[in-house]
């Protein structure tokens, strides 16, 4: 279940708050009652499975509760036997399991490997690594490091919380009154969340978003740029506040993630509003230890030089955890180029002041820092690099009493590799690869375009009944996306009675047939 994202959600977590804000207005609670709590939520909301191929499914709770072990015990060992071998090879399998969840659908089909939360888990597990690393953690409690690593409110989207900062929080004991006081601030939080998501970001989707998003021209394009920052402002702000106000019921401060970004007067001021956790986390875990590193090895002649290649790091490596995605990668080039601008223009101008400030410069500041960033969240989407086909498709376009007509696509796996069954009523029709040749798949991207299938209907189905339809893999014999589907076509009764009429005749043949082979004798014809 994704936190936060229906009222379903909303409905269940009330339920479960409901015996903590009593502990809270009788002045009891603890750091055990946000523990027994957050374990609720979290079976809440990892009862679902994962489908790592379509026929091998593993609950989510399962991944979850390995992932938190295994990084638990890479920060314990790295606590225990302090090196800076040891640090790398940690870093490394903490980082492996996201990057398997990047590569591996890559390069194996039909596969997937991920949970619900994976980045930002991955995100608070560096955290603890580079902090220990640093000598700043010098113990872990087990029921602090789980409570941090797996915080129901923030597993899914952040904020990026740190362990030092959450340890505070966990460690405090609230009055009645300081309960109530966060209880306030809890409740204007979630009415924030709740208008923001709901209501503004869910109007701008309907009305504005999608109904720009399939037109074309310059004007659609620049006014899609536009629905799509306000869209994604409002829904992933809508989201933080939800957050922020669930974590101050339960006594943890969340960290704020947006501080009126749209009023930056530049690019540099805009990443200390927008995203700030993940922002913070960047700058201070990579952009600051590469600083470091360069200044301290003299790796660079020009003074510079290194925070220019910091922040194409920095960025670069931020657009990759978005995805793999060429829009994923530019977004975050673009962004680092923007920062090297301003940064090289600021240094420019300082001797030359050229460029003043006052109500009108700010004013005119705040509107060009907006429109660069609406045109990076521009990028971001998708619409200005050419679309690059999924890893994998199946489409059926047409189905009638005749035939099936559509499409298979792998990146993967060869055309020759795409059998498929046509299954009637559990009866085994028909078996064809997907290897027809489509113009229309070739132009989209789609290979060589040799992925189309057409599948044809027996002459039995026109029979006036409702008819069990399916597509399976060849290989795998699993029911495809969409299917079993259930039919039912008029009843064509002249083919009936000539499709019977050729079985009998067929039926009649075979009989005189067997009877002559069993006597020798010919039969009348």
């Not at 079985?503 to 010919?522: D, F, I, M, N």
Request: aromatic letters at 16%; one cysteine or more.
């Amino acid at each position: 279940m994704v936190p936060f994202a229906d009222f379903t959600y909303f409905g269940l977590l009330t339920y479960v708050l409901v015996p903590f804000l009593i502990a809270g207005l009788w002045g009891c609670l603890n750091k055990w009652w946000v523990l027994g709590t957050a374990a609720v939520m979290l079976l809440i909301q990892a009862s679902g499975v994962v489908s790592i191929r379509p026929d091998f499914q593993v609950s989510e709770l399962l991944l979850l509760t390995s992932y938190s072990v295994f990084q638990a015990l890479l920060a314990w060992g790295l606590l225990r036997w302090k090196s800076e071998r040891l640090f790398y090879l940690t870093l490394a399998l903490s980082l492996l399991p996201l990057v398997a969840s990047k590569l591996v659908p890559i390069f194996f089909s039909h596969t997937v490997f991920g949970f619900m939360g994976i980045s930002y888990l991955t995100f608070r597990s560096l955290d603890v690594l580079l902090s220990v690393r640093d000598g700043v953690i010098k113990q872990l409690s087990p029921a602090q490091y789980f409570s941090f690593l797996l915080f129901f409110p923030t597993l899914s989207s952040g904020p990026v919380d740190r362990y030092r900062r959450f340890g505070q929080d966990w460690d405090k004991r609230r009055s009645r009154e300081e309960f109530l006081d966060d209880f306030d601030v809890a409740i204007s939080r979630v009415a924030r969340g709740f208008l923001y998501k709901f209501i503004i970001a869910a109007l701008i989707k309907t009305y504005w978003m999608d109904a720009v998003s399939t037109g074309r021209g310059a004007f659609t394009l620049w006014s899609y740029m536009y629905a799509y920052t306000f869209y994604l402002f409002f829904d992933f702000a809508g989201y933080s506040s939800f957050a922020v106000g669930v974590g101050r019921v339960l006594g943890i401060r969340v960290p704020e993630n947006f501080d009126k970004p749209f009023l930056s007067k530049n690019i540099r001021d805009f990443w200390s509003r927008w995203h700030i956790s993940l922002s913070f986390w960047f700058r201070d875990h990579i952009y600051m230890r590469f600083l470091l590193a360069a200044s301290k090895g003299k790796w660079f002649q020009g003074k510079n030089t290194a925070s220019t290649l910091g922040s194409f790091i920095t960025f670069g490596l931020m657009g990759v955890w978005h995805g793999l995605s060429l829009h994923y990668i530019l977004y975050g080039l673009y962004h680092a180029a923007l920062l090297s601008a301003y940064d090289w223009f600021s240094r420019w101008n300082k001797t030359r002041q050229i460029w003043g400030s006052g109500r009108w410069q700010w004013a005119v500041d705040v509107a060009l820092t907006f429109h660069a960033f609406s045109f990076g969240l521009l990028l971001f989407s998708g619409r200005m690099t050419p679309p690059s086909p999924p890893k994998e498709d199946f489409q059926v376009e047409k189905i009638d009493s005749r035939e099936i007509v559509g499409f298979l696509w792998n990146r993967n796996a060869q055309s020759a590799e795409h059998t498929l069954d046509l299954v009637i009523d559990d009866a085994y029709i028909e078996r064809t690869n997907a290897s027809l040749y489509r113009e229309d798949l070739r132009d989209r991207g789609y290979g060589s375009g040799r992925h189309g299938f057409r599948l044809t209907m027996p002459w039995w189905i026109r029979d006036g009944r409702p008819h069990t339809v399916e597509i399976r893999d060849g290989k795998t014999a699993l029911p495809l996306k969409g299917f079993p589907q259930n039919v039912e076509f008029e009843r064509d009764e002249e083919e009936i009675q000539r499709e019977e009429a050729k079985l009998r005749k067929l039926q009649e043949g075979e009989a005189l047939k067997q009877q002559e082979s069993q006597t020798g004798v010919p039969s009348p014809r």
